[in-house]
């Protein structure tokens, strides 16, 4: 959060510091309570007792005397006692172990001031600490820091605090240099927003389509682009609680929830309207739609999980400070610090750092009112942002760096915090989505006449595909296949990777007349003249194939072993309607068989020496390798001759076939003569088309299958 949204927390009263690593204890967010978790105390318990010591306390784990750590700022859970917090907005000086207190010293030696001013600093501070001492109490087992003195001995003065804002001013000056020799990537910007979506959704959806994870993920950044000016990003980014309050007692660290939370900033606004939107979406299958606001609602709610963006803060930010406004807004015994260089650096620790935070499944949060739980997870993040600030700010006095991820009581509010994040992005996941992979529907209608299959409200998983075969009933031809309303004339038809929903419709009109069908399984070879011609550099053996009946289709071709070669197979045969009143309309189901060379392989249909039918594997029908069927008309007549052929140019091994299904001639009524057209077709010419195989290696050539042939 930056610097204008603490401006707007000027007014608020100063609240406990509680220095906890909160965990809620609830695994849900619609009670109306959770318990902040207590993590036991990380305080070293030596094998002397340090008796010896002015503040050695009772360790309650080890049932022993302990050494007071020397380091508070690196003690976990720790608690601050708010007399301390109360006495100074300096209190962070105050609350100095060993180790604190030689580092500002250090720190002060080396400041970049005339000697006579680190002189006053040092003695001002050694002075302080004798006056206002703390004592570090671990005898409840909850490492706590207490003043030393009664409260009412405890309050500094203004001359006092004014020369503690000084030495303040000075380090947050001192950040704001040492920052510019940085170059960081912000934590709650790309890399982390990105982080926790692509988890959560991996954790709550198994195989999840990459498009929408890629979605949902580069949403999820963007609504830092939204904002231009810094109060708009604060109020919009973040949350502040004002109708809550800390417990004024040290060691017991519980946060009582209630259930209406006031704050300040529309971070769980806008989490709970993202929300809504991606679940409202989600259900009218706009699946873009539900995963990008997903991904803006994953923004607010991970933005929520960070504690620099729920300050509990009263602090002038460095570049308001002796700004007209801050002295208005701040009473002048605030804390100065430079949030924004805390705030980012912290960020970008956390983004270089990942797998130090996020330690892994840890379940989810069951989310029912979105912008609530938000409101929760933000008031938890508000517990923890003076202990944030205080870890932080001594690290960098002892270190002169932004390496927090060295500091044991900064890792672990940030596991935590992360954490929990996470088990609220994965239950936005599952608000979104009730856990349902995204469904689509095709739906597939047929008219009378026919039917298609499968038909009805035909369920498909997003991102995957679904075929849809048509058959006319016998008597009937496919009139029209409309696709979303426009038509299309591939049968079967697929959708492939299908993002949306879609609707599949199928006309069929009947034939009058007496028809001929004439089905292979059934009929054979009968009559049917054939012939098969190759030519090229025969490498072994080449022979016509079939017409043979095999699986219940017939089959014809030529096994041939070439090179630079093409075939050519047709097969024919004279068809009379008894009746008179001839056909007009040719309906074929067949199959070319596979090529490598798909230009380079075709089939034609000649009715009566006419071509009424064509296409090279390219084109779908007739495709390659697959059934396919074609309804075709041609000039009516009652004696009919039909050709089918097909062959492969160039031709090398080791079969070229064609499957025989169906064959049907029919008369329709509704068709005009000026329909008919004949199609212009050139059988493709093999030395134009680049085989990969055109010139085979001697040695690796297949030797071409011997079959039975079942010639008529
Ligand atoms: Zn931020
Ligand atoms: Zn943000």
């Avoid at 979406?281 to 960070?306: C, E, P, V, W």
């Avoid at 028809?515 to 090229?536: L, V």
């Avoid at 072993?561 to 009379?576: D, M, Y």
Wanted: include cysteine; aromatic fraction near 10%.
């Amino acid at each position: 959060m930056k610097s204008t949204s603490l401006v707007r927390l000027a007014g608020l009263m100063f609240v406990v510091l509680i220095l906890v690593s909160a965990a809620p204890a609830a695994a849900n967010d619609t009670g109306a309570s959770k318990a902040v978790g207590r993590g036991g105390g990380n305080v070293d318990c030596p094998a002397d007792n340090g008796n010896g010591h002015a503040y050695g306390a009772w360790e309650h784990n080890w049932k022993c005397q302990c050494a007071i750590p020397p380091a508070f700022s690196e003690v976990e859970n720790l608690t601050i006692d708010t007399a301390i917090i109360e006495s100074t907005p300096h209190w962070i000086f105050l609350a100095a172990g060993t180790e604190e207190k030689d580092a500002l010293l250090d720190y002060i030696d080396g400041a970049n001031v005339p000697d006579k001013q680190k002189n006053e600093w040092t003695q001002f501070v050694r002075k302080m600490w004798k006056e206002y001492p703390v004592v570090f109490d671990n005898s409840t087992g909850n490492p706590a820091l207490v003043p030393g003195r009664s409260s009412d001995e405890f309050t500094l003065t203004p001359a006092e605090n004014a020369t503690f804002q000084e030495i303040e001013r000075y380090i947050a000056e001192d950040m704001e240099a040492v920052r510019a020799g940085e170059i960081t990537i912000r934590w709650y910007q790309q890399p982390t927003h990105m982080q926790f979506m692509e988890t959560a959704l991996n954790s709550e959806i198994k195989d999840l389509s990459d498009i929408l994870i890629n979605t949902a993920k580069d949403a999820a950044w963007v609504p830092d682009t939204w904002c231009n000016d810094q109060v708009c990003q604060s109020w919009n980014h973040g949350f502040i609680p004002t109708s809550i309050a800390l417990p004024n007692i040290a060691g017991i660290p519980v946060l009582i929830v209630p259930p209406q939370i006031d704050g300040i900033g529309d971070a769980p606004g806008n989490f709970g309207q993202y929300a809504t939107l991606a679940k409202q979406r989600f259900d009218s299958h706009d699946y873009s739609g539900a995963f990008t606001n997903m991904g803006y609602a994953s923004h607010f709610i991970t933005d929520l999980g960070n504690p620099y963006h729920t300050p509990m803060a009263q602090i002038i930010p460095l570049e308001q400070v002796n700004t007209p406004y801050s002295q208005i807004v701040f009473p002048n015994f605030q804390m100065i610090l430079d949030y924004k260089t805390l705030h980012h650096e912290y960020e970008g620790m956390v983004a270089d750092h990942w797998d130090t935070f996020y330690t892994g499944d840890q379940g989810r949060y069951d989310i029912s009112n979105p912008t609530y739980s938000a409101k929760i997870h933000g008031t938890y993040s508000w517990a923890m942002s003076y202990p944030l600030i205080y870890n932080c700010y001594w690290h960098f006095v002892i270190n002169g760096d932004f390496d927090f991820e060295e500091n044991p009581a900064i890792v672990a509010m940030t596991q935590n915090r992360i954490g929990e994040s996470m088990k609220y992005t994965r239950g936005l996941v599952e608000y979104v989505t009730g856990g349902q992979y995204p469904m689509l529907t095709v739906t597939a209608t047929a008219g009378p006449g026919g039917s298609i299959s499968p038909s009805g409200a035909v369920p498909v998983r997003y991102g995957e595909s679904q075929s849809f075969t048509i058959r006319p009933d016998s008597g009937y031809v496919i009139d029209k296949i409309l696709v979303d309303n426009v038509a299309v004339t591939r049968n079967p038809y697929t959708f492939s990777s299908v993002t949306a929903d879609h609707t599949i419709e199928a006309t069929f009109k009947e034939l009058t007349g007496s028809g001929k069908e004439w089905i292979w399984s059934r009929d054979g070879w009968d009559g049917w003249s054939h012939e098969a011609t190759w030519s090229g550099t025969e490498v072994g053996p080449c022979s016509e194939y079939g017409p043979v009946i095999v699986d219940g289709h017939g089959e014809h071709g030529i096994n041939v072993n070439l090179i630079r070669g093409s075939t050519t197979a047709c097969v024919e045969k004279q068809f009379t309607d008894a009746s008179g009143n001839g056909w007009n309309t040719l309906t074929f189901v067949g199959l070319m068989t596979a090529s490598d060379t798909l230009g380079g392989r075709w089939m034609t249909i000649e009715v009566n020496g006419q071509q009424v039918f064509a296409g090279t594997a390219l084109q779908v029908p007739p495709g390659d390798d697959q059934m396919f069927e074609i309804s075709v008309p041609f000039p009516q007549s009652d004696e009919v001759n039909v050709k089918i052929s097909h062959g492969q140019n160039p031709a090398w091994n080791p079969r070229f076939a064609m499957h025989f299904y169906s064959l049907e001639l029919s008369r329709n009524a509704g068709l005009m003569t000026s329909e008919v057209k004949t199609t212009e077709f050139v059988v493709p010419d093999g030395s134009i088309i680049v085989g990969n195989e055109t010139v085979p290696t001697p040695g690796t050539m297949s030797t071409p299958e011997v079959t039975e042939t079942d010639s008529p």
